[in-house]
């Protein structure tokens, strides 16, 4: 086991948005000006800023003087080498661990909320101030850690995609996706406007949504489970696509197959993140899955 002194804290964060104001206006007047002419709140835009930064000081702070450290921000993630022995801390709204999730492979992940009056803390749910504790009981192998399931999506060239929350493949507008579904030994071809397949932890988002919509009996998994749930969003009835095939689970080892019928923009995203998809053309095979990657998330 590599010893403590080679122990490195990377601290994740996205740029308030006083940063990137400044980023944008160059000085603070300039940016004080650009929120005024719009009428909004800079006292409050400023306030969320140095909340975000008295939290990053805090875990800086926290750190042994032993130990390596190093920040990364959000754009940074997929060129970011993060290390076996790292110990990761995002600090910010909960929607920065999915971001962070997909580039880690067994590294302790703790979320720190640095405002909990606008946060709700689902996923960053440690305040700063037991930052410090929670690296020796990391380092002590005495952490309380969820290994939460994600979810993998595979083409049949070889490329793969990985979500914690959901992965959604379809149309890039949403609109007419067309393949064929296979679940098992059910099979049917379809036109919808998507396929989401969700994880225990994407079940109070999107997934919950879709079931109270259309008033599903469906048991949705808990974010430990090794159980995905599939939704077909607005399957259209028709003489050549059929709508029987709209939900249901995966259990490991099984995965839900897909062959696009799609001429152009079929994509594969995770996490509502559309800017970084996977194309997905005619013909073409998906496999989705559950994934062997987890992520391990340390709760207070």
């Known amino acids: 086991m590599t010893?403590?002194?080679?122990?490195?804290?990377?601290i994740a964060f996205r740029p308030s948005e006083w940063d990137q104001l400044l980023m944008r206006?160059?000085?603070?007047?300039?940016?004080?000006?650009?929120?005024?002419t719009r009428e909004r709140d800079v006292e409050e835009v400023l306030d969320r800023h140095h909340r975000q930064e008295e939290a990053?000081?805090?875990?800086?702070?926290?750190?042994?003087?032993?130990?390596?450290?190093s920040r990364v921000i959000r754009s940074d993630?997929?060129?970011?080498?993060?290390?076996?022995?790292?110990?990761?801390?995002?600090v910010g709204q909960d929607g920065l661990v999915p971001n962070l999730a997909k580039y880690l492979n067994g590294q302790p992940l703790i979320g720190v909320n640095p405002d909990p009056?606008?946060?709700?803390?689902?996923l960053v749910q440690c305040p700063d101030s037991?930052?410090?504790?929670?690296?020796a009981d990391v380092l002590s192998e005495r952490a309380h850690i969820e290994s939460r399931s994600m979810v993998e999506a595979r083409l049949d060239d070889g490329q793969s995609l990985t979500a914690l929350n959901e992965i959604y493949v379809g149309h890039q507008s949403h609109q007419s996706?067309?393949?064929v579904l296979k679940h098992g030994d059910l099979s049917e071809r379809q036109s919808s406007s998507g396929l989401i397949v969700a994880t225990g932890t994407g079940a109070t988002g999107w997934a919950r949504s879709i079931v109270n919509e259309r008033t599903s009996e469906m048991t949705l998994p808990h974010p430990e489970d090794r159980r995905l749930a599939f939704f077909v969003r607005e399957a259209w009835p028709s003489i050549a696509t059929a709508t029987t095939l709209t939900?249901?689970?995966?259990?490991?080892?099984n995965r839900l197959q897909l062959t696009s019928e799609m001429e152009e923009d079929g994509v594969i995203f995770g996490d509502g993140i559309e800017g970084d998809h996977l194309d997905v053309a005619w013909g073409q095979e998906v496999s989705i899955g559950l994934s062997k990657r987890q992520l391990r998330l340390v709760t207070p």
């Not at 206006?25 to 005024?36: K, V």
């Open 56 to 69: 990053i000081k805090h875990v800086e702070n926290a750190i042994p003087s032993t130990w390596r450290r």
């Open 25 to 36: 206006h160059s000085t603070p007047g300039q940016a004080r000006f650009f929120l005024e």
């Open 3 to 10: 010893s403590s002194a080679a122990r490195r804290v990377v």
């Open 177 to 179: 996706s067309r393949y």
């Open 77 to 90: 993630f997929p060129s970011f080498l993060f290390e076996p022995e790292d110990i990761v801390v995002a």
């Open 247 to 253: 939900e249901g689970t995966i259990d490991e080892p």
């Open 117 to 122: 009056a606008r946060y709700e803390g689902t």
């Open 130 to 135: 037991s930052v410090g504790h929670l690296f």
